[in-house]
């Protein structure tokens, strides 16, 4: 068994696209059009048959709520592999992306916590070199 889909619920569709593709690098997997809204799935170009992420529409009651309290708390919904997240932070930073929390080491990994801009915070985190 492995992980085929994760879901990231996003209040606007077409700014998530532009964020997780032009910003954080990903590339546009699937678009299919389900009425007001879409299957939107983005995947890392490193492994593009690897896990998709979907971009789901934020539009269920029960989901902004979940949202807005994570956010207030500073949780993440979800963590993205980089391989260094002081290379990544100072790459985002250049393109205007809002970080929560600077690179902190956190025993064996660092992270960094980042604002999609669609309602999100998301970690990204590498494991530290054992000396």
């Known amino acids: 068994m492995k992980i ?42 490193e492994d593009p048959e690897g ?10 009651p029960a989901v902004r709520p979940y949202k807005e309290a994570l956010a207030k708390d500073g949780i993440p919904v979800t963590s993205f592999a980089v391989d260094d997240v002081h290379a990544e932070y100072a790459r985002l930073r250049e393109l205007g992306v809002e970080f929560t929390q600077e690179p902190a080491e956190m025993g064996p990994v660092t992270t960094a916590v ?17 000396p």
């Open 51 to 60: 896990t998709e992420l979907v971009l789901e529409p934020d539009s269920h």
């Open 4 to 45: 085929h889909l994760s879901s990231v619920c996003v209040d606007d569709q077409d700014k998530a696209l532009r964020f997780y593709t032009e910003v954080l690098g990903f590339v546009k997997k699937h678009e299919v059009p389900l009425g007001e809204h879409r299957w939107l799935t983005v995947v890392s170009p």
């Open 114 to 130: 980042l604002d999609d801009t669609c309602g999100n915070l998301i970690q990204i985190a590498h494991t530290n070199q054992v």
